[in-house]
């Protein structure tokens, strides 16, 4: 996935122009209101003590998931501020580290196992969201939320700023000039259907997370994690000194060369290369289920994932039977590669095997990425079989008119 996966749902809306609607009284304004003034724990201490009281209230349950992913997000744009996140060509190719996080002049020191700490948090909260969205049954659940007005002490200082309020960074990410005032306007009814896919994307995520957990990278943190984090901590400190002879910008090209060269990992922790297949195989029944659901809606308010006969929130994005079900052969196709039944193409010449790409996760063996393209990594995993449909690919290309991979991002 090209976005925040790549990242969580906020970083998917502020990659869509905010378009002005009629002003909505939600009775969820506790909701609103601790989302607007970043007060994730009080909100979730709040909302899981109402939910104790109704067990059967999915409406606030599905608020409780809201902000317990806008806490999480926060969470985890704190710890890259903490450590000093770098802005660069190689952060900008990770999802995650995507995020807009502001500079900062004082990084706390980093080391490896910190890292790895911070994607664990990460996890841990996707588990928690997802085990809160998990019961929600009733099919007319509908939470209305201005997405827009949230905001996050991203640095951590106790104070909430201009700068850290989602409508500001939209404007300031996309050049796109917007305002308050249209955020306040601007409003998704969140429904059954977006319950679902919600808990198909914190998989998406925790299949991301459980793969990168599952390898040890602490060489390439050593030798290169100056690129990403300002005060890394590494046997090589003259690394994070300044640039050499082969500097670019602010970048030296050695370290780059460096970076490819030891994306080279040895299994650390099999069982969570597992567990991310089994996220993987989650996320496309999720998806289905998301369909089922959206296909059967009869209303027509503000929709984040509208059918065909509906009217999206996200200006100029229209949705039709043919795009749906297209994307349903995809899921289906998908399912054969995730389970074996059908096997990736292996791209070297004469060679009629293919590999099959469940048991790169529930087999793991070093993850070398160079003989990986050059296809000696793959030698374990060939085998005799009916590979992917290529016809199904070509008519996604077709259908989505090019754009698959940003409407996939959106349809999960």
Not at 44 to 49: I, M, R
Not at 295 to 306: G, H, I, K, M
Not at 375 to 387: M, Q
């Amino acid at each position: 996935m090209r976005l925040f996966l790549c990242s969580l749902l906020l970083t998917l809306l502020l990659l869509f122009p905010f378009a002005p609607l009629a002003q909505s009284k939600t009775p969820f304004a506790d909701i609103e209101t601790y989302l607007i003034n970043a007060q994730f724990q009080e909100g979730e201490a709040a909302l899981v003590a109402k939910i104790q009281e109704n067990q059967n209230n999915d409406q606030m349950r599905f608020g409780l998931g809201i902000v317990q992913l806008m806490g999480a997000t926060e969470k985890l744009m704190q710890s890259l501020y903490r450590y000093g996140l770098q802005q660069n060509g190689i952060t900008q190719f990770f999802p995650i580290l995507r995020l807009p996080v502001p500079a900062n002049p004082q990084p706390q020191a980093v080391t490896y196992k910190d890292a790895r700490n911070i994607l664990q948090n990460l996890l841990d909260d996707l588990t928690k969201i997802r085990a809160t969205l998990e019961p929600i049954k009733d099919s007319q659940v509908k939470l209305p939320v201005r997405i827009g007005l949230t905001r996050m002490d991203f640095n951590a200082d106790g104070k909430l700023e201009e700068n850290e309020s989602f409508w500001k960074i939209f404007s300031l990410l996309s050049g796109i000039q917007t305002t308050e005032k249209a955020a306040e306007d601007f409003a998704i009814a969140f429904d059954f259907g977006d319950v679902i896919w919600l808990k198909g994307y914190c998989n998406l995520l925790s299949a991301m997370t459980q793969t990168v957990l599952g390898y040890d990278e602490s060489k390439l943190f050593d030798s290169t994690g100056h690129l990403i984090f300002a005060n890394a901590q590494s046997p090589y400190p003259f690394l994070a000194k300044g640039t050499g002879i082969f500097s670019f910008g602010n970048i030296d090209i050695s370290d780059i060369v460096a970076f490819v060269h030891l994306m080279n990992f040895p299994v650390a922790e099999p069982e969570r290369l597992r567990a991310a297949m089994q996220h993987l195989q989650a996320v496309t029944a999720l998806s289905r289920q998301s369909w089922n659901a959206i296909l059967a809606e009869t209303d027509n308010d503000r929709e984040w994932l509208p059918n065909p006969k509906q009217k999206a929130v996200i200006p100029n994005a229209a949705v039709t039977q043919e795009m749906i079900d297209s994307w349903l052969a995809f899921l289906d196709e998908a399912d054969t590669l995730l389970t074996g039944r059908r096997l990736v193409p292996f791209w070297r010449k004469r060679e009629v095997r293919g590999i099959n790409l469940n048991k790169v996760f529930n087999d793991p063996q070093t993850f070398d990425l160079i003989l990986w393209v050059q296809g000696t990594a793959a030698d374990p995993y060939l085998e005799f079989g009916k590979p992917t449909d290529a016809a199904t690919w070509q008519r996604l290309l077709e259908v989505f008119r090019g754009q698959f991979f940003q409407f996939a991002a959106w349809f999960n």
